[in-house]
Each structure stands twice: as structure tokens, then as C-alpha cells.
């Protein structure tokens, strides 16, 4: 089914949704990983080369900051269930345009999710979380002979 034939998603984007969602989110996250401080809004949606299109439109709601697959897992459970949208945030260059939030999403720094998950060298595949850096990932590469090339579009962060 083409996308334009499916009809647009209903979000709960007030005030009272998304200041229950922050007291949901900091149960397992804690106080200290979930933001809505404007500053930080602000650094999670634009650049000095890239403003938001729409200024304060384009700003996330709520900026998390994940350590685990299973803190995830959490975020996009309350996410779901509140109809709140979701937006990755890892290397926070966005030569692509990808940091505004167009629709309020709260937003997920993945920058404490920087591991080297599994290396494979024989089929040369590497499993990594999303906040993982191009020098952090070449460190245990070149231990097997190994090494990553960036892409001069690309972030310095994966973006997995």
C-alpha cells in the first residue's frame, strides 16, 4: 500500500499528555536523563548551518537520554501509548536535515549508547549502538586488521 493512501497519524501532543509522559519516563530513567529545559530543546534541533525551518515549531518535546536497549524499549512504550512521536539524536550534525522535529517528537540522545556490540571479521560486519563515533568504532577494527571509512555527508556519530 503506497504511504499516501494511509491515513495520517493522530498525535497527543498537549500539555497534559506530555507532562504526564515526563513522569512517566523518568520512573525508569531517572530525573537527570529526561529534559525539557529550552536550551537543551534548542541544541537537539538545529545547527549554525541548519536552523529549524519553523523555529520553536520544529523543537522536540521532551529530549531523553537512553543507556540501554531496554531503556528504549521503555521510551517507545510510553511513547506508543500516549501517541507521542519519536526522533533520534546522535552525531547532532544534520547535513541531511534530520534534527527538526517536525512533529514535537521527544527526542532520543543516544550518545551514552556508544558500544561495540559484536565484530564479525569473517562476513566484515560490525553490530554497534546508535551513539557510537567513526574513531571510537576504528579503535577495535584496526586491532583485526580492520577500519571504517567515513562518508563526508555522514556525522561523526553512526547514527545507527
Known amino acids: 500500500m503506497p504511504l499516501n493512501d494511509l491515513s495520517k497519524p493522530l498525535y497527543d501532543l498537549s500539555e497534559k499528555n506530555l507532562i504526564g509522559a515526563k513522569e512517566e519516563l523518568i520512573a525508569p530513567l531517572g530525573k ?5 529545559d ?11 548551518w541548519l536552523p529549524v525551518p519553523r523555529g ?4 522536540p518535546s521532551l529530549v531523553v537520554y537512553p543507556r540501554s536497549t ?3 524499549s ?3 512504550k510510553i511513547c506508543h501509548k500516549r501517541r507521542i512521536p519519536m526522533i ?3 552525531g547532532g550534525t544534520s547535513l541531511e536535515g534530520t534534527l527538526a522535529a517536525l512533529n ?4 532520543l540522545d543516544f550518545r551514552a549508547m556508544n558500544k561495540v556490540i559484536a565484530l564479525q571479521q569473517d562476513d566484515m560486519d560490525v553490530i554497534v549502538e546508535p551513539g557510537l563515533g567513526y574513531e571510537e568504532l576504528n579503535q577495535p ?13 555522514q556525522a561523526p556519530r553512526l547514527e545507527a
Open 32 to 36: 537527570d536523563l529526561v529534559s525539557d
Open 38 to 48: 529550552l536550551g537543551t530543546h534548542i541544541a537537539h534541533s538545529s545547527t549554525e
Open 56 to 59: 520553536d515549531l520544529d523543537r
Open 70 to 72: 531496554t531503556d528504549v
Open 74 to 76: 521503555e521510551i517507545a
Open 88 to 90: 533520534g539524536f546522535s
Open 104 to 107: 514535537n517528537e521527544i527526542c
Open 141 to 153: 577494527l584496526a586491532s583485526e586488521g580492520l577500519f571504517f571509512c567515513q562518508i563526508p555527508a
